[in-house]
């Protein structure tokens, strides 16, 4: 290395340009929170809005410019996939800081810091979309999950939202401690810490167990950041104990940001041994489905049972992952097929969160019951419940088909009896997990309505937005798949690499 | 008018969606201008069908041939492409949909169910009219699957919102459920159900076709050519056959997959019923036609002794449960397990006359069972139950009305001379002679018991208008006035009944469009001569 | 089609009918004409309506009786179809009418007795419910059954067959308020529900083999024994005949009629003299080539069937007290007869009993209705010593009851031309049955005379003739009723008019008929003597002038009698099998509905939401604990089995998180 | 000196912090327990690192920067507690069971 | 190599002495029912690991270690200690009772590491140059190839530090918020 100086990493600070406008961002808004007095401490919010509205402008930049920019020996990647995945970052953060901004107004919060340490966490997140070694990717996780174990437990008081942090937190770091050990043997037995070194070390390594003991750390490592059942139980009680647009962020951003590091770990690091990671991920997706499933059955609570639901719908998202197992897979297929479901799953879980937010405004509780004959008392949010809650459930023509259908499409595509198999649990998963969405759209609709709420008071404009910008993604989507299937494309050139 | 030649189509299939958005911006206070809205957009959109019926070229009416077709790239990652046509198949059938969707909208401007709100209940109407429409003229799998499952949503929240309120217990659950709820998530479950086969079906096909020239494909002319050539075959196309009838199956009904239907039908509003029935049904059968046979025609006939099978159980077992009910409306429901029951015998012969006994047949049941439901829910709207026990005398009070009923019940029970008939009368003459090569075992004994259904048939109706229609009236009914036929369900039924007389003297009504391409739809298919053609194999 | 019917026409010089047969098509629609116009301007009309009906029917007469006489002079052959619709190539369904022979007969005898009918009906339901309703129907009646007897093909005859079973339905049920009508009219509905069923396949058969519902493709197929024809002749020809059973109520199918005397007279006597019943006849004539050429088993059967239900509904008649059902077993007796003649190759024998049937049927019907008129009930024993209040009603019955005895008039003649052929087929025990029948006629039409007309009246009120615009047709219809019989004596050849047996053979094919060339004046005589015998018995039983008409009814043969009051038992049967349907088996299949097959969906549901209370109480709330718990109670020894792992939760979830790290590896070390 | 005995001691920390983790009833000696399994990640990586000897000493960076977010957690650790702390007067985690149920 | 090779190297017995060490405390870390005793046993385990890592030439990451959490990290855990009042003496309740199943499961993840390390690198020898890594390269990778993930973790520790004052800070009652804007 002595050799070597300085100047010989480039520094592209166009590829570098979204980072480094949420940097920017992260301070004016600290800076700000010192100046301003609290009345006024609103516009670290409209700061931080305007600043992930900003970063997304030099990401059409190099979007439209279409070349693969890489720096650090290939360890800091900005390509297709990278910008998708940022886009798409940015985007379900903006929409979290539209949710936030009347729920954080709205009690005695810390308005700077709370924006802040999101955008910390959204800082980890863009980081992870671009790292292509295994330190990079540690760190951005770190980036993105140490504020938000903070984040859960931002309602100070609450001791069910102190509940939520710890949890999440021993948890946290628990998984952290065995993903690094798998990332440290990885790194003992090749010597390699890039993907595309890794790569080429341990094709054919299949059948070494040292090998297999870190790969399968590294994925419980990740199966907690995705809550992929038997390592979900943090997140039915963080979620209900976060602030609710901390917990869109959780079942979004962060549960995106685990999938990135799969994605690109299994396969851009280690598609060798997809016959290693592919059946431990079938069976984390068949576990996640039918036991999430089956527990959102019995929730009362909705937040809760979103909780369970995006437990499932990460079961749903690990299907590609088992197909991609089969030999001879087309691991492209698989790997596109999950980048599409994430984006989809962004859009309408954000969707969801902001209803829930938008119908606890006025004192509702997140209970089932109290959510009776919701559309009688208004009617806009009835329609925008059931648009969320049903493509959630994969009903035509709201965007959630597409996703499925995607993911159907990428088992098919493999072949093979255990796919096969898993595609059937899927399938069986998909109209059980109907049930209970429908049992929300049931007691929004059908149900008669319980108690009075002062639901004349109009949400927030921001929320509103919010509200808007999804449900408009979530129809169009259901109509138009090719702007989901847009990403997954972008997903496709980067899994060929 | 060149343009139309283009976007004809597509313009029947998304101005009720222009309606919707129309609908949306108009406050619901504001009723008249909501249903006169309505009324506008979905005869704008009848009067689309019509301009495709006037340019269709009649004489061109070869199978996989599709004329005012429209092919733009959708979801390119998939191949799945905006690729609609019409042919002679679908033809009557989508001016049929668009056709009732204007009598159903005239019929609601004064029967409004509870919680009334016109502006929801329209909106959802013309979301169910697109979603049938595009059905109906979709040529990509992906795209009809698609509009397949847009008819879902819309009829859930009717059912579940203007539905039956009555609670009622439900076999296998200790506490009492509204109808309608249970009825809505019954509709809703039993289709899903169907429709997670009938995707893994689509896709099976996608993936196999990759095999072949056109590499991955949705496009159904495509596959329909693919198929003709044979390129399914085996136990792959076995179980996709499977699994695509399934998902028909359920949304057809057949037995034993029908009880979603009397559930569902008793539950909902007038309008839904009559929708539900009149065409949400045959997107199942015509889904038959247009994917099953043409692309896995091999594999069609090996299933076809199973289907006629089903199809038998399902005309008895329809007949005799009416024979049970008590419920006006649940009677006809489940007349329709009956009837469709014939359709799908005529589909099972593969020959071109049982097909063309499907296609009438549901156009017949579309105007008959959808004007049923029509008087039904006139009926309750008037008496406050469906009781056919408390009913009677009917036509003594309300004379027309009950006339009407009268003759519908006759259409219903494929009196000839009414649009009824020639879709059973045709499906039997097909099962004596189905396609050579199926089991005349089979097939000749669900042409007796067929016909024996037609007993049935006839014994349930007539007992229904003697329990309706006929005798005194009950003392409860004694001083109430009732409104006979107002200017609203006449100017709704009159077409309707125009209809079921004209198809019932003149089937060439529906021939003229279906024949020809039918008969190269079974050439094509099977490959054989065309089967109208009966001498061959007569006592064979 | 066209050039095989000039072929025919050519072989029988016959004409084609020029503009009359060309536009013959009038007939079958001006009915349903009168029925539309009816309903909508029938209320406000003197007749309300009645006008419009006789007034049709009345046109129709002029064009049937210039067919009917030029097909007497010279023949007319004639056939107008128009396409409605076709399959493929080979399926055609067509409408139209054929001019012929049998159609000519039967348009005249609609039309004539129809319009008789109608004329008597202007007076007899003048003050009735509904009359603007009533000859709408009846106009539906009379153009259903000419549609059915036009009819060039078997798809027309279908859709006139349940238009003629439809209207009859709206007839019989036309006293609806009264459930028990209803009932009377499902039951002829689905009676021949039943049996056309069997039109329905034996058509399909017929057509689909030849690849034609024409009647003159599928005559001239029998009658160049075209193979594929052949193949179904018999199934086919079975299924037909079982079709004409349920119409022309042969036994058992005769449970229908006698209920449906719950209509007004007029309907009776319509449906029993020329439409409804005579269809099935009708059928068997039209059909007559596929039986004589080819299924000639089938006319064993047929044989049995008529011969069964001459003799034993005949015998029906006797025990029944409501004139109206002693008149319709009378006529369930007498389509056994024709049934019979036609099966045995008589054509033109069971054609003419039907033509002279009509004709006396109807009057007798009719005569019952002015009776009935008077008295206000349909039941002898309400009647009694009618003679001399309705003098009219009573001459002109006793006309159409010898006529219907077989003795002298046009019964006579009809009657002795089905025994000649019976004779000459060589079928000694039919042609014994059919005299005893004849015997039994003649008893039971004495007995309904005398109870009617003679004796004392008992009835309420004092009864008076009918108006004169019911016995006027009386008259009229007396008059063929008595004379109709000369137009078949054989080797009889009227100027002009030529000879029954003449008209009739005007048809595509020879029919290949077997009838008399010669009187027979044995079993003529026979017959006579039969027929004299029991109006004589029928005196010396009923005559005798007792107190009550229930003394005088008083005869009786025990074992018989009391069977015959029950009907044989088969219309208990029938309901009972009837009950069986809609009761048990209807309430089992939705039964099965409801429990199984829902049962099952429900059950799964059940199961689906048990299994996510059980993962959700169970493992994932407190399996976690229990499964550690137990775990941990096991590693620490027996001792501690009832303690609870006292760590929180978030421990609980790591140590899964560990087990589960552990379970994954192990998994792929021992097992993969 | 063997690879292997560097790795099975960090395998040893590692299972003592899982025991740790897994039995320690304050938050505090849970944060503890779970520095001695970083701890065992570090002896790993540097352990590798001597046998690989990259030219980037890659194994002691990746230690470093272990060190690095170990501290950081520790950080936040301390924090929840603290505000845990605050609300009930107790730093241990069986009362944190309010969504139990 | 067998044992007695191994055995006979001094390197392995210093190795040896700080295994030993090391385990103790960490032994001791899980296990000591006094809390502060646990903090500082971690230090011991610290403080063994920094010199294995001496004697494995990573001369910069052992100080790092050493300054790191001996100097910061320790020190911080006792802080956290004092402030929840923990007791400084003996305390049963610091352990669960049920020790059975962890014990189990973590034996059953040593089994698991040591045996998938000693299958794969069993006779691997660590070639003992003595030579520790210099600093330099290590500082050209950290702020060479490495900048952004180093840039990165400054954040993670700002965010850590900004988050952990915002939870660990006692809120201000409304009153006393007023005051203070007042003032």
């Known amino acids: 290395m002595g050799d070597k100086d300085l100047l010989v990493f480039q520094i592209d600070y166009l590829a570098l340009a979204p980072e480094l406008i949420v940097v920017t961002t992260m301070i004016i808004v600290l800076a700000l929170d010192l100046i301003l007095p609290r009345p006024k401490k609103y516009w670290t919010a409209t700061v931080a809005v305007a600043g992930t509205a900003l970063a997304l402008v030099p990401l059409a930049f190099l979007v439209l410019e279409d070349e693969v920019r890489s720096m650090f020996d290939g360890s800091y ?289 997140g209970e089932l019951s109290a959510w009776s004959g919701l559309a009688r008392v208004d009617p806009k949010l009835g329609v925008l419940v059931a648009v969320f809650f049903f493509s959630l459930a994969g009903i035509p023509p709201l965007a959630g088909w597409f996703a499925k259908f995607a993911m159907f499409r990428s088992v098919m595509i493999a072949g093979g009896a255990a796919t096969v198999a898993l595609a059937v649990i899927a399938a069986i998963n998909a109209v059980i997990a109907l049930y209970y969405y429908a049992k929300v759209v049931k007691s929004v609709w059908l149900d008669d309505p319980v108690a009075e709420f002062a639901d004349d008071e109009r949400p927030a404009g921001s929320l509103r937005l919010a509200l808007g910008i999804t449900v408009v993604l979530t129809v169009m989507i259901g109509f138009f798949p090719a702007l989901a299937t847009f990403a997954g494309e972008a997903a496709r050139v980067i899994a060929s690499g | 008018m060149e343009w139309f030649e283009t976007w004809g189509l597509t313009l029947t299939v998304f101005l009720p969606l222009v309606g919707v958005v129309l609908l949306g911006l108009i406050p619901k206070e504001n009723e008249s201008a909501l249903k006169t809205t309505g009324l506008v957009a979905s005869i704008m959109t009848f009067a689309a069908s019509l301009i495709l019926i006037a340019r269709f070229d009649f004489s061109s009416n070869t199978y996989n041939t599709y004329q005012f077709e429209v092919s733009e790239t959708w979801i390119g990652a998939i191949n799945a492409n905006y690729h609609v046509g019409i042919d002679g198949i679908s033809l009557p059938m989508l001016v049929l949909s668009t056709f009732v969707m204007v009598l159903a909208v005239i019929y609601s401007w004064n029967h409004w169910d509870e919680p009334k709100n016109p502006k929801a209940f329209l909106i959802l109407m013309m979301i169910l009219a697109t979603g049938m429409n595009g059905t109906f003229v979709a040529l990509d799998l992906v795209l009809f699957f698609l509009f397949f499952e847009i008819v879902l949503l819309p009829m859930y929240f009717m059912i579940g919102i203007w539905g039956d309120k009555t609670p009622r217990k439900i076999p296998g659950f200790a506490k009492e459920f509204e109808t309608r709820l249970y009825a809505a998530i019954k509709f809703f479950l039993f289709t899903l159900f169907g429709s997670a086969f009938l995707l893994l079906g689509f896709l099976a096909l996608y993936f196999e076709s990759g095999k072949s020239q056109f590499g991955r494909t949705f496009d159904i002319p495509q596959l329909t050519e693919l198929g003709a050539s044979g390129a399914f075959s085996g136990t792959f196309a076995f179980l996709v056959f499977g699994a695509i009838f399934l998902g028909f199956a359920v949304k057809v009904p057949m037995f034993p997959f029908h009880t979603w239907l009397p559930d569902a039908h008793t539950a909902a509003p007038t309008v839904g019923s009559v929708l539900l029935a009149a065409i949400l049904l045959k997107l199942g059968s015509y889904g038959f036609i247009r994917i099953s046979l043409p692309i896995l025609p091999e594999e069609a006939v090996s299933w076809a002794p199973f289907i006629a099978i089903l199809a038998v159980i399902g005309i008895i077992y329809g007949s005799l449960a009416c024979l049970a009910q008590s419920d006006m409306k649940r009677l006809i429901a489940f007349s329709s397990v009956g009837h469709m029951g014939f359709i799908m015998l005529g589909i099972s012969t593969m020959t071109d006359i049982g097909i063309n006994a499907a296609i009438i047949g549901m156009v017949a049941h579309g105007l008959i069972t959808g004007l049923l439901f029509f008087i039904a829910g006139s009926m309750h709207h008037r008496y406050h139950t469906r009781e056919m026990a408390r009913l009677g005398g009917n036509i003594k009070l309300m004379p027309v009305m009950g006339g009407i009923l009268a003759f519908t019940a006759m259409a219903s029970l494929g009196l000839p001379g009414l649009a009824g008939f020639w879709g059973e009368f045709m499906s039997l003459v097909a099962s004596f002679n189905p396609l050579p090569g199926l089991s005349l075992g089979v097939f000749r004994s669900a042409m007796v018991i067929g016909a024996i259904g037609t007993i049935l048939t006839a014994g349930y109706m007539l007992w229904m208008l003697q329990k309706v229609n006929l005798g005194e009236p009950g003392d409860e009914w004694e001083g109430k006035e009732f409104h006979d036929v107002d200017r609203f369900e006449l100017a709704a039924w009159v077409p309707l009944i125009v209809l079921i007389v004209v198809i019932g003297f003149f089937p060439k009504f529906i021939f003229s469009s279906t024949t020809d391409v039918v008969t190269s739809l079974v050439d094509m298919a099977f490959n054989s001569e065309t089967t109208a053609a009966i001498s061959s194999q007569i006592g064979g | 089609m066209m050039s095989r019917l000039l072929f025919a026409a050519e072989e029988i010089h016959a004409g084609d009918g020029g503009w009359w047969a060309d536009t013959a098509g009038v007939m079958l629609v001006l009915p349903f004409v009168a029925f539309l116009l009816i309903l909508a301007f029938g209320k406000k009309l003197k007749y309300k309506g009645g006008e419009i009906a006789v007034a049709a029917l009345a046109i129709n007469l002029v064009w049937a009786t210039v067919l009917l006489l030029m097909n007497a002079n010279s023949g007319v052959l004639d056939q107008i179809t128009f396409e409605i619709g076709h399959i493929g190539s080979g399926l055609v369904f067509e409408l139209g009418w054929v001019v012929d022979g049998l159609s000519i007969l039967m348009f005249f005898l609609v039309n004539f007795v129809g319009l008789v009918v109608f004329v008597y009906a202007l007076g007899y339901m003048k003050d009735d419910v509904r009359v603007d309703w009533f000859f709408a129907a009846f106009s539906l009646f009379a153009g259903a059954m000419l549609v059915l007897v036009g009819a060039p093909n078997l798809i027309q005859l279908i859709i006139g067959w349940e238009g003629v079973g439809l209207a009859s339905y709206l007839l019989i049920g036309f006293y609806w308020e009264d459930l028990d009508n209803v009932r009377a009219g499902n039951k002829a509905f689905l009676t021949n529900k039943v049996a056309d069923v069997g039109l329905i396949l034996g058509a399909i058969l017929v057509g689909v083999s030849i690849g034609s519902w024409d009647f003159g493709a599928i005559d001239f197929a029998a009658f160049e024994g075209a193979p594929e024809l052949a193949a179904v002749a018999t199934v086919g020809g079975l299924l037909l005949f079982f079709g004409a059973m349920g119409k022309s109520a042969q036994f058992p199918f005769h449970i229908w009629l006698p209920d449906a005397m719950a209509g007004p007279t007029p309907v009776s006597a319509l449906m029993h003299a020329a439409t409804m019943v005579t269809a099935g006849i009708y059928l068997m004539a039209r059909m007559f080539p596929l039986f004589e050429y080819m299924a000639q088993n089938v006319r064993i059967v047929m044989i049995v069937i008529g011969t069964v239900t001459l003799f034993g509904v005949g015998l029906l008649a006797i025990v029944a007290d409501d004139i109206k059902r002693v008149l319709a077993y009378s006529t369930v007796s007498q389509l056994g007869y024709m049934m019979t003649a036609i099966a045995a190759g008589g054509y033109t024998a069971g054609m003419f009993h039907l033509f002279t049937h009509a004709s006396f049927k109807a009057l007798l019907f009719l005569g019952a209705g002015s009776v009935i008129h008077a008295v206000h009930s349909n039941n002898m024993s309400d009647m009694g010593g009618l003679r001399k209040f309705m003098p009219t009603t009573f001459w002109t019955w006793v006309v159409g009851a010898l006529a219907l ?116 004046f044995g079993l003529a005589a026979i017959g006579l003597v039969a027929a004299v015998l029991g109006v004589v018995i029928g005196w010396l039983i009923y005559y005798p002038d007792k107190e009550t008409q229930l003394q005088r009814d008083s005869f009786e043969i025990p074992v018989l009698f009391p069977l015959l009051r029950k009907k044989y038992y088969i219309d208990d049967l029938a309901l009972g099998i009837v009950a069986l349907i809609k009761g048990p088996l209807a309430r089992l299949v939705d039964w099965t509905s409801t429990y199984v097959i829902d049962g099952f969906v429900n059950g799964v549901a059940r199961l689906v939401k048990g299994l996510g209370v059980f993962v959700y109480d169970t493992l994932d709330q407190r399996g976690v604990d229990g499964v550690f718990n137990g775990l941990s109670a096991a590693a620490d020894g027996a001792g501690s089995v009832v303690r609870k792992w006292q760590s929180g939760r978030v421990q609980q979830y790591a140590a899964s998180f560990v087990a589960g790290v552990l379970i994954l590896v192990a998994l792929f070390v021992f097992v993969i | 000196m063997l690879l292997s005995q560097f790795l099975v001691l960090g395998a040893a920390l590692f299972a003592f912090g899982i025991y740790g983790l897994l039995v320690r009833r304050n938050i505090v000696l849970i944060l503890l327990s779970v520095e001695l399994m970083l701890n065992a990640v570090n002896i790993n990586l540097i352990a590798f690192e001597s046998v690989l000897v990259s030219p980037e000493a890659i194994g002691h960076i990746f230690a470093i920067f272990v060190i690095t977010v170990a501290a950081a957690e520790v950080g936040i650790g301390l924090a929840i507690v603290l505000m845990i702390f605050r609300n009930r007067k107790s730093a241990n985690v069986d009362d944190l069971n309010l969504m139990r149920w | 190599m067998t044992f007695l090779d191994w055995i006979s190297a001094p390197v392995n017995w210093v190795f040896a002495i700080l295994g030993v060490v090391v385990l103790f405390s960490g032994f001791r870390v899980v296990t000591s029912r006094n809390i502060v005793h646990a903090a500082l046993y971690l230090v011991g385990a610290l403080a063994g690991t920094a010199a294995l890592f001496l004697m494995l030439s990573a001369e910069f990451v052992a100080w790092v270690l050493v300054l790191v959490y001996i100097g910061a990290v320790i020190v911080l855990f006792l802080f956290g200690i004092m402030i929840t009042r923990a007791p400084t003496g003996l305390d049963e309740g610091l352990s669960s009772d049920q020790k059975a199943l962890p014990a189990l499961l973590a034996s059953g993840v040593f089994v698991m590491m040591s045996w998938a390390s000693i299958d794969a690198f069993g006779g691997q020898l660590i070639g003992s140059s003595g030579e520790p890594v210099p600093t330099e390269v290590i500082g050209d990778s950290l702020f060479g190839r490495f900048v952004i993930p180093f840039e990165v973790v400054s954040f993670v520790l700002l965010a850590a530090l900004i988050g952990g004052i915002t939870l660990a800070r006692r809120d201000l009652s409304p009153a006393e918020e007023e005051e203070r804007s007042a003032v």
């Open chain 1, 77 to 365: 990647v900005v390509d297709e996939f990278a910008l998708v995945l940022k886009g798409l970052f940015l985007v379900a953060a903006y929409i979290v800081f539209l949710m936030s901004h009347s729920y954080i107004e709205s009690e005695r919060y810390y308005q700077g810091e709370y924006y802040f340490l999101l955008l910390a966490s959204l800082l980890g997140s863009l980081v992870m979309a671009s790292s292509r070694d295994l330190i990079v990717l540690f760190i951005g996780i770190e980036l993105v999950t140490g504020p938000l174990y903070m984040l859960s437990g931002w309602r100070k008081g609450d001791v069910k939202s102190n509940e939520a942090s710890m949890k999440y937190f021993l948890l946290g770091i628990l998984s952290t401690a065995i993903l690094l050990y798998g990332m440290s043997f990885l790194y003992g037995l090749t010597g390699e810490i890039t993907f595309a070194g890794l790569a080429e070390a341990t094709a054919g390594m299949a059948d070494e167990p040292a090998l297999i003991m870190a790969v399968l750390l590294m994925i419980v490592g990740f199966a907690f950041k995705i809550s992929a059942v038997p390592f979900h139980f943090w997140a039915p009680d963080t979620y209900e104990g976060a602030p609710t647009p901390i917990t869109a962020y959780l079942s979004v951003n962060s549960k995106a940001a685990g999938f990135v590091a799969m994605l690109l770990v299994m396969y851009l690091a280690l598609p060798g041994v997809a016959e290693v990671w592919a059946p431990a991920l079938w069976l984390l997706a068949a576990l996640s489905m039918t036991i999430a499933n089956l527990t959102a059955l019995r929730q009362t609570n909705i937040v809760r049972l979103l909780a369970y639901s995006s437990v499932a719908q990460a079961g749903f998202m690990l299907v590609p992952f088992a197909a991609a197992g089969v030999a001879g897979a087309d691991l492209q297929e698989a790997f596109a097929a999950t980048v599409i479901y994430l984006v989809i799953y962004a859009v309408m879980n954000l969707g969801a969160f902001a209803v829930v937010i938008a119908a606890t405004r006025s004192g509702r509780s």
């Open chain 3, 405 to 520: 005895s077989g003795i002298g008039l046009s019964g006579f003649w009809s009657k002795d031309e089905i025994l000649a052929t019976m004779g000459e087929q060589g079928l000694t025990v039919v042609l014994w049955i059919s005299i005893a029948g004849a015997f039994v006629t003649a008893f039971y039409m004495a007995r309904a005379t005398f109870l009617t007309f003679f004796g004392t009246y008992e009835g309420d009120g004092k009864p008076h003739e009918s108006p004169r615009i019911m016995t006027v047709p009386l008259v009229i219809l007396a008059v063929p009723a008595a004379i109709a019989g000369v137009l078949n004596i054989p080797g009889l050849s009227l100027p002009r008019l030529g000879n029954f047996t003449e008209w009739l053979a005007v048809r595509l094919v020879p029919m290949g008929d077997h009838h008399a060339e010669a009187i027979n």
